[in-house]
């Protein structure tokens, strides 16, 4: 119904009330979290879309688990061991913890969870095994489960040390260790060095790269106290200051600033720019007077 004297439209009613309420958005919002870490996607595909979790290039489970994991599945439900109980419930309910929170399915999160997907996968290696009764196929399937096994070993680890850094350099923070290992000469020519804080916490890779001297540190550190706080603790030690880049937040003197793609200004024109390992562009530089 329509309520007139507040200018709001909202249903009444037993059902409305039933469906719309705290515990239901609750109830289905940790639904949808749950199913999430049994999705292809996670599972088989590219794992956690945060490229802090995953390389992006499996899931999070090898390719042969897809079929082995069922299989482990049947093998418990048919066992008469009464601890088969304990693996079920480390399935089923290992997801759980995960699900209460943002970023679902989060692969950190969920780490206790592939303790029991493997061990499942494992009983689903051995009840094939026992299905086979020639000696001969049996050693074919040990060899071909090894082959499985270091194939897929290797192609994990390749994509891990070769292609994992440059793809996710940008998500690392890089370009912060490019400002303060390339430009740190530059540094002592400027009144101001003013960075973009868009990536979070730029003062931990200054502090370390330049060797600052933590009493004079101590001494310095202006904190950043509203919500910003909470992705950008320091607003500002010495003559580095971490803020938003636009010419509002200049300081008087020269500056030395390194702003964001996003941040990019257009009024002045950039003296470098500082990429990530992919190429694409970190921070722009710029020099400045006020």
């Known amino acids: 119904r329509i ?26 919002y940790f639904t949808k979290n749950y199913l999430a870490h049994f999705t292809p996607q996670f599972l088989f595909i590219s794992g956690d879309k ?33 601890y088969k109980y304990v693996f079920f419930s480390w399935f089923i309910l290992s997801p759980f913890p995960g699900s209460l929170t943002i970023e679902a399915p989060h692969a950190s999160r969920a780490m206790f969870v592939l303790g029991g997907w493997q061990a499942i996968s494992a009983m689903g290696t051995y009840f094939i095994f026992n299905q086979i009764k020639s000696k ?10 090894i082959l499985f096994f270091t194939f897929s070993f290797i192609y994990y680890f390749y994509n891990y040390i070769l292609k994992y850094p440059i793809i996710s350099s940008e998500d690392w923070q890089f370009g912060y ?21 868009r990536l979070s916490q730029p003062y931990i890779f200054a502090l370390f790269y330049l060797k600052y001297d933590p009493s004079k540190y101590r001494s310095e550190v202006e904190y950043n106290t509203s919500i910003r706080r909470k ?8 003559k580095f200051i971490f803020t938003d880049i636009n ?10 600033i390194f702003a964001s793609p996003d941040e990019k200004l257009i009024n002045i024109p950039s003296q470098d720019v500082v990429l990530n390992l992919d190429r694409s562009v970190a921070f722009y530089v710029y020099e400045y007077s006020k």
């Open 50 to 82: 945060n490229l802090r979790h995953s390389s992006q290039t499996m899931g999070e489970l090898y390719w042969f688990d897809l079929f082995l994991i069922p299989l482990g599945l049947y093998f418990l439900f048919k066992s008469q061991n009464k």
């Open 136 to 145: 001969k196929f049996r050693l074919g399937f040990v060899l071909t489960m």
């Open 247 to 256: 010419f509002d937040n200049i300081p008087k003197g020269k500056s030395l």
């Open 3 to 28: 309520d007139q004297n507040r200018g709001n439209s909202h249903l009444s009613g037993p059902l409305p009330r039933l469906i719309h309420n705290r515990i239901a958005s609750v109830a289905l």
């Open 177 to 197: 260790k490019e400002v303060f290992s390339i430009y740190k000469d530059q540094f002592s020519k400027f009144d101001n060095i003013v960075i973009s804080d």
């Open 231 to 238: 992705t950008s603790l320091v607003k500002s030690f010495g």
